[in-house]
């Protein structure tokens, strides 16, 4: 039973990076039809808010942490975080494609790890092997992700497609390529800084539903200020019975909504650098749903970057595990040793 318990945020994690790809893959559907992309963020997270906000009042009706100032200012922060992200992925996904997009999220787990160090959820000891392995992971996985972004290569399997969005059309492959690169980087490092402040927020607000409820509720308030200053169509407000309106409800049900609430659970009783640790896992989803259903390409630098970053990320996973296990067995020493000491004291008490 314990070790089932011990496996349900693994299991959970797969969930998560499933329906990240999925909502992704529906998105991008969205987009090639003309349905606007900041539209869409504004729809999915006002129903997520609303969602949430019924979730909170079930269950948290009897027991809710007190809302303090600074913790409240913490959620409009995690709300920017949250939103900047979502923005960024939107549209480097419009400039490049989902694999990129998914490979580029395995940059989450350096920059997690670069943070937590920043703000000591992570020590840092250049003598131990698990601190080496760590930090040279760090930097493989980063120098992965470039080669990715710069270098596209021969398609593997399929063949490249030129069609896009207006946009993108007016760019050249290569430039979009890599610019779509540089907005996922972003989002990539605006992710990481919510791992953190969500780790921090649920030390002292332990109520997950509640702050699910506050990010989606702040994140449709930036969302619509912003979307209000780049769609300038009133049109695009509009949604018909097409994929626009199924790449909302998709969006706000399976990719906002039960994703980033099972990830925050799983970011609770794992802590930050465990989570960010399954995004090498989204690269083989992502390749399998391009293939497959959208029909893209896979690149030969797809291929070779994803390789590197996976190599680099499991670098840090075996410097992290090793290090858990180095502190366990210090603890259990300690314990043997008290166990050790306590019959001596008793006998000495006895003679006495």
């Known amino acids: 039973m314990g070790s089932m318990r011990a496996a349900l945020p693994s299991v959970g994690m797969v969930i998560v990076l499933l329906a990240q790809v999925s909502?992704?893959?529906?998105?991008?559907?969205a987009m090639s039809k003309g349905i606007n992309k900041y539209v869409i963020i504004v729809y999915s997270d006002a129903l997520s808010s609303l969602f949430f906000l019924l979730c909170s009042f079930l269950?948290?009706?009897s027991e809710r942490?007190?809302?303090t100032f600074p913790i409240l200012c913490s959620f409009i922060l995690l709300s920017v975080f949250g939103c900047s992200a979502q923005i960024f992925s939107f549209v480097g996904i419009q400039y490049s494609s989902p694999t990129l997009s998914t490979a580029m999220l395995t940059l989450i787990p350096a920059f997690t790890f670069v943070l937590a160090i920043i703000f000591r959820l992570e020590k840092l000891?250049?003598?131990?092997?698990?601190?080496?392995?760590?930090?040279?992971?760090?930097?493989?996985?980063?120098?992965?992700?470039?080669?990715?972004?710069?270098?596209?290569?021969?398609?593997?399997?399929?063949?490249?497609?030129?069609s896009g969005?207006?946009?993108?059309?007016?760019?050249?492959?290569?430039?979009?390529?890599?610019?779509g690169g540089f907005f996922l980087a972003a989002e990539a490092f605006m992710s990481s800084?919510?791992?953190?402040l969500q780790a921090l927020i649920l030390r002292k607000f332990a109520a997950v539903l509640i702050i699910m409820f506050y990010l989606f509720f702040f994140n449709t308030i930036l969302s619509t200020a912003f979307a209000l200053i780049v769609v300038s169509e009133p049109s695009d407000w509009k949604l018909g019975l097409d994929i626009g309106l199924v790449a909302v409800l998709y969006s706000a049900v399976i990719g906002t909504g039960f994703r980033v609430g099972l990830c925050t659970w799983c970011l609770s009783r794992t802590g930050p650098l465990y989570v960010s640790m399954f995004k090498p896992l989204a690269?083989?989803?992502?390749?399998?749903?391009?293939?497959?259903?959208?029909?893209?390409?896979?690149?030969?630098?797809?291929?070779?970057?994803?390789m590197i970053i996976v190599a680099g990320l499991?670098?840090?996973?075996?410097?992290k595990s090793k290090e858990e296990k180095t502190t366990e067995d210090c603890g259990l020493g300690s314990v043997n040793s008290s166990r050790e000491k306590v019959p001596l004291l008793q006998n000495r008490i006895e003679e006495n």
């Not at 969005?165 to 610019?179: D, E, T, Y």
Request: net charge positive; charged share 10%; glycine share 8%.
């Open 165 to 179: 969005s207006p946009r993108r059309l007016l760019l050249s492959p290569q430039l979009s390529w890599i610019l």
């Open 125 to 162: 000891n250049w003598e131990n092997k698990s601190s080496q392995a760590k930090s040279l992971g760090t930097f493989v996985s980063i120098g992965g992700a470039f080669v990715v972004t710069f270098y596209k290569g021969p398609p593997l399997i399929g063949e490249l497609s030129h």
């Open 65 to 67: 942490p007190p809302l």
């Open 283 to 306: 690269i083989v989803f992502s390749i399998v749903m391009d293939v497959v259903i959208v029909g893209d390409a896979f690149c030969l630098g797809s291929l070779i970057g994803a």
């Open 314 to 319: 499991y670098a840090v996973m075996w410097g």
């Open 23 to 29: 909502n992704m893959e529906v998105i991008k559907a």
């Open 59 to 61: 269950f948290h009706r």
């Open 193 to 196: 800084a919510w791992y953190i």
